[in-house]
């Protein structure tokens, strides 16, 4: 109940400051903006206590005091206005009201589905996730679970000593509501499904913002949720060989049509692949959406220096949410104001963008030299790579534009076509737009290639409005054909095709992540052993110690660390040394202050391991369905097993 109430309080007080700062916006615009700077406010304010106080409550009672500060600022300055602004608020400017009404509802509740069924859904006293969320969920767990009352600036759960430079505010909003009350599952689902429904709203908007058509913005938001290209045809082409595998469709482990490396279908389904399971990606874009807003407003805005400095705000606050993001903002900003100012030659103008870039890179250069830096500077992160994952190394699996056709789908087509008749005021968010494009297309900016979508999705939800624009445009050119329809619901049926197969086989999907064993060593750990022990465990991905009870282990999963550029295989090999050498490799024990011992599943599935020396020398202090939990203190109490609790 408290963190439902903390949460609201958050959310209230960003409407309130979208309120104050842009009364001529719709009433719409503003209640999304809002709550997309309350939960700016949410994630930030607690972390920033945090370097002075832990994250502790004292860190959320610090913040809610300042949160208190500007709630008031905000209040005097509705209350100065008086009755004037609920005249303003009334009024608003036009906005895409019906579609909004008419889809957002019902995606969210799509959202909320797949957020609830694929977040730690208990089945018996075992805990389950989805297809996509196997993966990603656990590392997510960790870092929420282990930053509880931990200093700051944090470590990695999953290899102590290293500084967390992963982006981690949208874990710690989880922590913040599991310190306030909220059960671990419900701290994921609720943030989660509300950051769905705001990205909803905002990629709505945004469209609207550049079209003024609510039938092209409906479109583009449909079309960005359920993308996923051309997929279908090779699916069903195997079904033409074999009918029985349409069920591979809704049963195999990614076989859906928007993921076929196979035949190099690589335009991942963005609700189910990219905003569910990987939650710093969709807390990017819940703040990635308002400051593409305020900075395409930019030129246009009335209230310009508001609109500057609080797109500098969002900005300067994105590193430690999503880098990606803040990466593919800055290029978007880079080209469509620097266009605009070379267009326009405004001193107004030129001096506001001066403000943005001022702000923003006071706010991230901070976290980028602290955090960012230091993990992207790894070998292997940054390196120049031409055409995503369609490079082979000595060539290109498939022709440049047939790679884009089949991955994108129908819209690739109309891209293409309309830049060859683009209007004047589509031109500069071409340019912003294109510039990530060509950025993403030469330089891979992380380890793992695939990851550079991060950056084509933002170009594909600025990009795919106006092309959706210029359809509009040449269905209007065929009035008296009769046809056109046709031809309209078939590009939409055939762009959508494989997202809503994608989607369905998701929301069909479940596979156990923990199992009731594991919850049962979990809730001993969480239970008996201290905040700040180290626990030596095998190196699987979906490990209990660090994703549920929030401990600390010797060493976390290479899928994790590899991919964020860590230097962890000495500590991989000391791990496997220990296990099949207990007495010979007692140093890994010392060297890394570990305080327990855990002999499941996956350590006895070490080929060599020897328990047997591991009972000898150290107490058993906790036994379940075969998993078996050792203290490493007290050597008086080796090989002692009478105190150890069955589970």
């Not at 220990?578 to 890994?588: C, K, T």
């Amino acid at each position: 109940m408290a963190a439902g109430l903390i949460l609201a309080a958050y959310l209230l007080t960003g409407c309130a400051a979208a309120w104050a700062l842009f009364p001529d916006r719709g009433v719409l615009w503003r209640g999304w903006f809002g709550c997309a700077a309350g939960l700016l406010l949410f994630m930030w304010l607690p972390a920033l206590f945090a370097f002075r106080l832990d994250f502790t409550m004292d860190a959320q009672w610090a913040s809610l005091g300042a949160l208190a500060v500007i709630a008031c600022a905000c209040g005097i300055v509705l209350l100065r206005r008086g009755r004037r602004s609920i005249k303003e608020a009334v009024k608003g400017e036009a906005e895409p009201v019906r579609a909004f009404v008419g889809i957002v509802p019902l995606l969210t509740v799509v959202a909320a589905y797949l957020q609830y069924t694929h977040t730690l859904r208990p089945v018996g006293d075992a805990l389950y996730a989805g297809q996509s969320t196997y993966g990603d969920l656990s590392l997510h767990l960790s870092i929420a679970t282990s930053l509880r009352n931990a200093s700051f600036p944090p470590e990695y759960a999953l290899l102590p000593g290293t500084r967390l430079a992963y982006p981690f505010l949208m874990d710690t909003l989880s922590t913040s509501l599991m310190l306030w009350g909220m059960p671990l599952r419900w701290s994921f689902i609720i943030p989660g499904t509300l950051m769905c429904a705001l990205v909803f709203t905002g990629i709505l908007l945004l469209a609207w913002q550049l079209t003024r058509s609510e039938k092209v913005s409906a479109l583009t938001l449909l079309l960005l949720v359920f993308c996923g290209g051309f997929g279908f045809l090779y699916s069903w082409d195997l079904i033409g060989e074999d009918p029985s595998r349409f069920l591979d469709i809704f049963t195999e482990f990614y076989r859906a049509p928007a993921n076929l490396t196979e035949v190099n279908i690589r335009w991942s389904n963005l609700l189910v692949d990219m905003w569910l399971p990987q939650r710093t990606f969709l807390s990017g874009w819940v703040l990635l959406l308002p400051a593409l807003s305020l900075v395409i407003d930019l030129p246009k805005e009335k209230r310009i220096w508001r609109a500057a400095i609080t797109a500098g705000l969002f900005a300067g606050g994105m590193p430690l949410v999503h880098t990606h993001s803040f990466l593919a903002l800055g290029l978007f900003s880079a080209g469509y104001l620097g266009w605009s100012c070379a267009e326009r030659r405004e001193g107004s103008l030129t001096l506001s963008c001066v403000v943005y870039l001022a702000i923003t890179l006071t706010l991230a250069l901070p976290q980028l030299i602290a955090f960012t830096f230091e993990q992207s500077s790894a070998d292997g992160f940054v390196r120049l790579h031409f055409n995503w994952v369609n490079g082979t190394g000595g060539g290109l699996r498939d022709s440049y534009l047939y790679f884009w056709i089949k991955n994108v789908g129908p819209p690739m087509l109309l891209v293409i076509l309309m830049l060859f008749d683009m209007p004047r005021e589509h031109r500069p968010v071409a340019v912003g737009a294109f510039l990530i494009f060509i950025a993403a297309e030469l330089i891979e900016f992380q380890p793992n290639d695939y990851d550079n979508n991060k950056l084509f999705y933002v170009w594909y939800l600025i990009i795919l409005p106006c092309a959706l624009a210029f359809g509009a445009r040449v269905y209007q050119r065929l009035k008296g054909i009769r046809a056109r329809g046709i031809m309209a619901v078939a590009f939409v049926l055939v762009s959508i095709t494989s997202g809503v197969l994608s989607v369905i086989r998701e929301g069909m999907s479940e596979y156990e992540l923990y199992s009731a064993n594991a919850m049962a060593v979990a809730r001993y750990v969480e239970d008996n052993t201290p905040p700040d022990a180290v626990i030596l465990t095998a190196v699987n991905h979906n490990n209990p110690v660090s994703a549920v009870a929030g401990r600390k282990v010797v060493c976390g999963p290479s899928v994790f660390l590899y991919f964020h550029g860590l230097d962890y295989q000495e500590k991989a090999d000391d791990v496997v040394r220990f296990y099949i050498n207990p007495v010979g490799s007692r140093y890994v024990i010392e060297d890394n202050d570990v305080s327990y011992i855990l002999v499941g599943d996956y350590e006895k599935a070490i080929p060599g391991m020897d328990e047997d020396e591991i009972a000898k020398a150290y107490a058993l202090v906790f036994e379940s369905g075969g998993y078996r939990l050792y203290k490493t203190s007290d050597p008086a109490e080796a090989g002692s097993t009478e105190d150890a609790p069955n589970g």
